[in-house]
C-alpha cells in the first residue's frame, strides 16, 4: 500500500487547520497519506523544499511567510503562479526531480462564495488591503465581471505597487468611487486580534456582504465591525477547505468530498 508523504510549510504553523483537512480527505477517498506540518525559517526554505521531494515527498502546501520565496525552488510554475509570483501548492514529479508549483487561493475563494451564493458579475467589490492575501484572490475575482473592483489600503504606496503589478486589471482606489459597495473582503491582518475599524464614509448598507479571509472558531474582529452594517457576514473558512481540496485534486486527480468538514475541523479546535 503506498503511503504519499504531503505536508505543509510556515512559520509559525502550530495554528494550521491543514493536516485535519487532508487526514479527512484521505478518508473520504481512500489515499492513504502523512500529511505533517513544518516550521521552517526562510533561510532554510530552499534546502527543505528540495530534500523533501528527493526523500519521496509527494506535495507541500505553502503558507505564510513562503508563499513567493517558495516559487524559486520550483521548475514550473503555472500560469496563476506567474501572474502572482507567488504559490500555495507544490507538487513532486519524476521522482522528485521536478517540482511544479500552483496556487489554488482564488480558486478557493470563488468556490466558496458559490457556494454561499455570493454573486460577483457586475457588483462593485472592495478588497481592504494590498498584501499577497488580496495579490492572490484579484485575477480571480476580476476573471467573473465585477461592476468595479476596488482596493484599500493604509499605506497608498502599496496600493499603487498592487495595481502595477495587475496592469490588465482596472482596479480603482476607494478614494476614486463613490458608489454602493456590494461586497467588502478583509484581507489584512489587521482582523485576526484586538478591534478592527475602517474608514469606509460611504457605500455601506445592510445588502452588503461583508468577507473576511481570516477564519476561527468565534467571530473575527473585523466579521464584529461588520455587524454594525449587515447580517450578511462570512469567514475564510470555506476559503481554506476548497483551496485544499484543490491542491488535493492536484495531487492525485479527484476532488475530494468537501462537506461537514467546517463542524470536523472547529469539533477538533474546542
Known sequence: MTIFKLGVVGQPIKHSLSPIIHQEFSIRTGIQLQYEAYEVPPEALDSFITNFFKDGGHG?????PHKKACIASAHVLSKDVELLSAANTLTGKEGGKKIVADSTDGAGFIRDCEDKNIQILNKNIIILGAGGASQSIIPSIAKLGPAKLLVDNRTKNKTNSLFNQFPEIPLLDLDNFNGPIDMVINATSAGLAGSFDWDIIHGLDKETIFYDLSYGPSETPFLQWASSYSTHKFDGIGMLIFQAAYSFELWFDIPPPTNHIK????????
Request: glycine share 0%; no cysteine.
Open 60 to 64: 507541500l502546501n505553502i503558507t505564510l
Open 263 to 270: 463542524e470536523i475541523l472547529f469539533k477538533n479546535n474546542d
